[in-house]
């Protein structure tokens, strides 16, 4: 009798999947929870399935580790605070702001030019004259520029609006401000940017970003909206590896210079590409499986969606490396996302107020047509054919709600009907196929 196995590895999170693919073991190890198999006779049934639920209870505490073992890491940039007796001539001070451009007439031209950055639209009126005086800074790369706030409590807000809405920002490390004081009293306050290289080095790097950011925004050119944000996508993660290693990888130098980065790059590096190709696209703050997290939303026809490219990667899965375990080089469950479904596992900062994402038209699986309602074999059928014509050797497919993902993942898995459809011959007469299920996001990739 010819045997049919099928190896499975399970995250049921959309995080952390400490190895995609498992290969089958042997029958007196633990791991022979991860394996199903069935004979191939009309009257031999497979022993009943294992809930999906139960499985993810089972590796929940093995999740949890390996997160804790590669956690990425964000952080709001390093701030620096010096105190002292006021010394230096206000005149003078005033004069440095209107020679790099922070006078009347200056401030109101600079706030004209930020009209349609998202993050400098929630601020109210004082506070987006602090946001041009300290962008205007840091574009300068300025030390010393006298603030038109004495509340230095504003600062961290503004200072990330700041950021949030300028990836380009590459050089910075942070901010320092200077409280000068009087019995007691704040009378002024100066604010310098940290910054990480000369302007000459600045130069260099924005040089080579510019060269390779031209390059695809001409590969991109008769791209419509959808195609040229899951252009994007596939080229961060496809060009990108998830690692610490960058001294950069809390900016877009760590995607574009050095390949390698962690969740604030990434999502930095894809607002900066598609903002460039007239895609509005912001950085949200928060967390992500319990651990400080960056992600996008991006908008796409008049709707928002949530995209996190970082998720996306499955060298995040394997915690870095160029040995992405044989899985999929891409996954597509967080491509086009809404606020409901990305809530399940990341929390947003609560800073700033968010769009609300709630289409699902340009989500990847809606766009690809593996958008599925139920166990439909006729419309399954036709995705793995499509997929087998173009030579694909992974397919993802998502289900509109958790009773549909039970249902399909019940068939396809639990009677493998996936056999009839995908399957890779190996010797010994087995036909063998790994997959991943995401209970949140309610898809599930497979792949020879």
């Given at each position: 009798m010819t045997a049919l196995a099928l190896a499975c590895s399970l995250c049921l999170w959309?995080?952390?999947?400490?190895?995609?693919?498992?290969?089958?073991?042997?029958?007196?190890?633990?791991?022979?929870?991860?394996?199903?198999?069935q004979k191939e006779t009309e009257d031999e049934k497979a022993p009943e399935q294992e809930s999906t639920s139960a499985k993810a209870g089972k590796r929940l505490?093995?999740?949890?580790?390996?997160?804790?073992?590669?956690?990425?890491?964000?952080?709001?940039?390093?701030?620096?605070?010096?105190?002292?007796?006021?010394?230096?001539?206000?005149?003078?001070?005033?004069?440095?702001?209107?020679?790099?451009?922070?006078?009347?007439?200056?401030?109101?031209?600079?706030?004209?030019?930020?009209?349609?950055?998202?993050?400098?639209?929630?601020?109210?009126?004082?506070?987006?004259?602090?946001?041009?005086?300290?962008?205007?800074t840091l574009a300068l790369m300025e030390e010393e520029i006298l603030l038109s706030?004495?509340?230095?409590?504003?600062?961290?807000v503004v200072y990330q609006a700041v950021i949030n809405d300028h990836p380009e920002f590459f050089y910075l490390n942070g901010y320092i401000y200077t409280r000068f004081m009087q019995q007691g009293e704040?009378?002024?306050?100066?604010?310098?940017?940290?910054?990480?290289?000369?302007?000459?080095?600045?130069?260099?790097?924005?040089?080579?970003?510019?060269r390779i950011v031209d390059e695809k925004m001409t590969q991109f050119a008769e791209y419509g909206c959808y195609e040229t944000v899951k252009a994007v996508y596939e080229y961060l993660i496809l060009s990108t590896e998830y690692s610490m290693d960058s001294l950069d990888n809390q900016n877009i130098c760590s995607v574009f210079l050095d390949k390698k980065s962690v969740c604030n790059g990434y999502a930095k590096a894809a607002q900066y590409l598609l903002n460039n190709c007239g895609i509005p696209c912001i950085i949200v703050n928060g967390t992500a499986a319990g651990s400080p997290h960056a992600w996008n939303i991006v908008e796409m026809y008049g709707e928002?969606?949530?995209?996190?490219?970082?998720?996306?990667?499955?060298?995040?899965?394997?915690?870095?490396?160029d040995e992405k375990g044989g899985v999929p080089d891409i996954d597509y469950s967080y491509l086009g996302v809404t606020t409901a479904e990305i809530s399940k596992n990341h929390s947003m900062?609560?800073?700033?107020?968010?769009?609300?994402?709630?289409?699902?038209?340009?989500?990847?699986?809606?766009?690809?047509?593996?958008?599925l309602y139920g166990y439909d074999e006729g419309q399954i059928e036709e995705i793995f054919e499509e997929a087998k014509g173009r030579g694909e050797s992974a397919v993802c497919i998502k289900a509109s709600d958790r009773q549909a993902y039970q249902e399909i993942f019940d068939n396809l898995i639990g009677e493998q009907t996936i056999f009839d459809y995908f399957?890779?011959?190996?010797?010994?007469?087995?036909?063998?196929?790994?997959?991943?299920?995401?209970?949140?996001?309610?898809?599930?990739s497979f792949w020879e």
């Open positions: 959309g995080c952390g999947v400490s190895d995609f693919f498992r290969t089958s073991p042997a029958p007196d190890t633990e791991e022979i929870i991860g394996e199903i198999a505490q093995e999740v949890q580790m390996q997160e804790a073992e590669h956690q990425d890491y964000f952080y709001a940039e390093e701030k620096q605070i010096e105190e002292k007796e006021s010394s230096f001539s206000k005149s003078d001070m005033d004069e440095k702001r209107e020679q790099i451009g922070l006078s009347e007439a200056g401030i109101v031209g600079l706030q004209e030019s930020q009209h349609g950055n998202y993050y400098f639209g929630q601020l109210d009126s004082a506070e987006k004259v602090l946001y041009v005086e300290i962008y205007q706030t004495t509340d230095v409590s504003l600062l961290p704040i009378k002024y306050i100066i604010f310098s940017g940290r910054y990480l290289y000369d302007a000459a080095e600045v130069e260099r790097r924005q040089a080579v970003i510019d928002y969606y949530h995209m996190d490219v970082t998720w996306g990667d499955p060298s995040y899965y394997a915690g870095g490396g900062d609560q800073t700033f107020s968010l769009p609300l994402c709630d289409a699902i038209q340009d989500n990847y699986f809606v766009r690809e047509g593996r958008y399957g890779v011959y190996q010797e010994g007469g087995e036909y063998k196929i790994a997959y991943s299920g995401n209970e949140d996001l309610c898809t599930i």
